[in-house]
Structures are given as structure tokens and as C-alpha cells.
């Protein structure tokens, strides 16, 4: 597997058709890009998480190049700490451990590249599959923040998680 910067004119018809109901969007987005994911949204999600955050997109990629998965990587300069986001992989890569090989390359840049003491991201209690992911990729639960997001009739538990050089 590779990981390469996010290229919107390659990358965003395929990635468009991963998230396909409104749970699994939240679950992956906290409804920070609208739904249906559409690409002038996206893009202006993606400028602005930078802008604020100085977030950068990447795709990870078979060594063939077919796209796998996604994901935001910035550095907290001031704690020299990363923080994974929009974490996702595309549906007939899940449950077969491209997602937790996406997530070791990621931590790798995190560390090797950014040169960051920590790797941090959120995910859903209830978004128990990625929660297993991060878990067996080495992070662990840091805090919980109950009641942190409402989905329709759900309330749903942010789980910050840390893996640590």
C-alpha cells in the first residue's frame, strides 16, 4: 500500500460513491461536509480544515494504484501532536485490514516525517468496526465526551484516541 496527496480530479468520483447513507456519513464526518457528499462541498471543507487547521488530504492506494481509503493528517505544532481525520476506506476494502494498514502508514508520516510525538484521532463509540481499526493499529482511549454528537433519535459518544511514539 501507498499513500499519496489527495487529487481531486482523480480521486473524488471514486471516493463519492464510499459513503452511501446518512449514518454512515455522520459516523464518518460528524456532519462537518454536508450529505450527499458533493464535490464543491468537499473541496470547500477540505480549504478551509486547511486554512484553520493547516489539514493536508491523502489517498491511500493498492500498489496498483486502485484507491483504498482516505484521510486528513495535520500537526499541532504547539503540542507536536498529529491528528488523523475523515478517516475512511472504501466499502470492499473493509474488514480485511487495508484500513489498519492505511492508519500504520499514516502514524508512520506522523512520526517519521512530521516528526510528531503523538498521533491523535476521534471516532464514534458506536462506530465500533473503526474503533476496532485504531485499537489494533495501537491507539488507546484517552477521553469519552458522552452525549457529543446527536444523530437523528442517537446520541453518541466522541472518543478521543492516542498512539504515542
Known amino acids: 500500500m501507498r499513500i499519496r496527496p489527495y487529487i481531486s480530479v482523480l480521486d473524488f468520483d471514486e471516493m463519492e460513491k ?7 456519513h455522520a459516523m464518518w464526518c460528524a456532519n462537518l461536509i454536508s450529505y450527499p457528499l458533493q464535490k464543491r462541498n468537499f473541496e470547500e471543507t477540505l480549504a478551509e480544515f486547511a486554512a ?7 489517498v491511500a492506494t ?3 494504484g486502485k484507491l483504498v481509503g ?5 500537526v499541532n505544532t504547539d503540542t507536536n501532536e498529529g491528528m488523523l481525520k475523515f478517516v475512511v476506506t472504501a466499502p470492499e476494502f473493509r474488514g480485511k485490514g487495508y484500513g489498519r494498514e492505511m492508519v500504520d502508514l499514516a502514524v508512520k508520516y506522523g512520526f517519521e516525517i512530521t516528526k510528531a510525538n503523538a ?13 476496532k481499526c485504531y485499537l489494533s493499529a495501537g491507539f488507546t482511549e484517552r477521553t469519552n465526551t458522552d452525549n457529543a454528537f446527536r444523530f437523528k433519535d442517537e446520541m453518541w459518544t466522541r472518543c478521543n484516541m492516542v498512539i504515542k511514539r
Open 62 to 64: 493498492t500498489n496498483e
Open 70 to 74: 482516505f484521510f486528513c493528517y495535520s
Open 18 to 24: 464510499w459513503i452511501t447513507d446518512e449514518r454512515t
Open 119 to 131: 498521533v491523535q484521532l476521534n471516532v464514534f463509540s458506536e462506530n465500533t468496526n473503526a474503533k
Open 52 to 58: 484553520k487547521f493547516k489539514d493536508s488530504p491523502y
